[in-house]
């Protein structure tokens, strides 16, 4: 038995789909203590899009510990915060004219969750937030009460109160009677806020209609109501942009950022909230020990970089591309494969969770780490990282497919 069996909780997860013990990782590559190597389409759920040990960033950690840069700060002022901010203004905010504050939230993506909940129920003074089917906002109770996985909310113990889910518009087609449906139940009851991701990650790759998100954003304001995006696992540059909802001219009243904005890996998470609202905040409402970690305020800082120019987002498109070509010819092979997605997240749906366990399984033993996703795991998430060489992107893709279709045959 290894000491994960004897000593780590039976809640461990992706140990189980991954049971090898990682030893070092470079760019979209890790590598096991036995050597094997393995092309990385996970990239830490959406939090490595810079790679794995990215050298700009790690060559910053490093000059930071080397000068005593204060490590933990809980939300005091510190050189590395102040430069993340000004960078953070001046590269994303400044140019969209969003006069949006930063609100460092606890660590991890839940906690910003929490926090725009509760500043918008407080802003509003109504309890209740409309999430969408599918969606997936986090493991703590004002969040899990917005994640729709039952397997989740079963864990809770707890009724999960104040939140209704409801269908996210995915096509033209039924965005209208589905905002339609949305206008008549929130008149009854109108909600604090619309909470929504604009692809639904976890939820296996669900991408809103531009149109539907836009009435939904106008449903918010003719309701007086917040609309939060959860920008925590697509945000970041991942589908092309910094954030996803770039080319949707849509202004959402805060965005919830995680995962990939600190950069290097390390746990940063932080709401973008408008000043007429963060104005409700009093000090230290929402408190926290590890609100702003200031190694991921370096690393997330030279990330920052990555978006003075068009390079990396170019090369995110072309990438998407070639992607989307390269998978042409399986998707062609058989008609009950789907795939759905926006710039380097993708989703490939297999319509049943076996299937998609088996290729994962497969993938893992020929050195691809992929994820599945959506309900009963049906759905194949590819998400590497974003500045994956060509060669490992091309290597990747030719397991995923290879194995598929495998699995497809022995399936026939
Ligand atoms: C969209 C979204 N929101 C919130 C979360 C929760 O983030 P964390 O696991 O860091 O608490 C996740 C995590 O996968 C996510 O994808």
Not at 369 to 389: F, R
């Amino acid at each position: 038995m290894t000491i994960f069996e004897q000593r780590e909780s039976s809640i461990r997860a992706y140990s189980r789909v991954y049971p090898v013990t990682f030893a070092t990782a470079n760019n979209a590559r890790q590598t096991d203590t036995d050597g094997k190597e393995y092309i990385d389409f996970f990239a830490g759920a959406g939090v490595l899009n810079f790679g794995h040990n990215n050298a700009l960033m790690k060559q910053a950690i490093i000059e930071y510990l080397q000068a005593d840069g204060v490590l933990h700060s809980l939300d005091m002022q510190t050189e590395a915060k102040a430069a993340f901010i000004q960078r953070f203004s001046d590269v994303i905010l400044a140019p969209r004219n969003m006069p949006h504050r930063l609100q460092f939230t606890g660590p991890t993506g839940t906690n910003a969750v929490e926090a725009a909940m509760k500043l918008a129920r407080r802003v509003t003074g109504r309890p209740h937030i409309v999430a969408f089917h599918q969606g997936f906002h986090g493991m703590t109770l004002g969040s899990l009460a917005a994640t729709a996985n039952p397997y989740f909310r079963g864990a809770a113990g707890v009724p999960l109160e104040h939140v209704s889910h409801h269908p996210l518009g995915t096509s033209d087609t039924d965005a209208h009677a589905l905002i339609a449906e949305l206008r008549a139940q929130c008149n009854a009851d109108k909600p604090a806020a619309f909470l929504v991701e604009t692809i639904q990650a976890e939820g296996g790759v669900n991408v809103v209609d531009r149109q539907w998100i836009q009435s939904l954003a106008s449903l918010a304001k003719d309701l007086g109501a917040l609309l939060i995006v959860d920008d925590i696992q697509v945000g970041c540059g991942r589908t092309g942009s910094y954030f996803s909802f770039d080319d949707l001219d849509i202004e959402p009243d805060i965005v919830c950022l995680a995962k990939g904005v600190g950069g290097i890996g390390t746990p940063l998470a932080l709401n973008l909230v408008r000043p007429e609202l963060d104005d409700h905040w009093s000090p230290g409402e929402h408190t926290g020990t590890f609100r702003g970690q200031n190694l991921s305020f370096v690393a997330g800082k030279v990330a920052l970089e990555y978006f003075t120019d068009a390079k990396l987002m170019n090369e995110v498109r072309e990438k998407t591309d070639f992607m989307l070509a390269t998978l042409q010819p399986l998707l062609a092979k058989d008609s009950s494969l789907q795939l759905r997605g926006k710039g380097m997240i993708m989703g490939l749906d297999l319509g049943d969770g076996e299937r998609a366990a088996s290729i994962v399984g497969r993938c893992f033993d020929s050195g691809l780490l992929i994820a599945s996703c959506g309900m009963g795991g049906k759905v194949l998430k590819l998400i590497p990282p974003l500045t994956i060489s060509q060669q490992d992107l091309a290597a990747g893709l030719d397991i995923l497919i290879r194995t598929t279709e495998h699995v497809l045959e022995e399936a026939a």
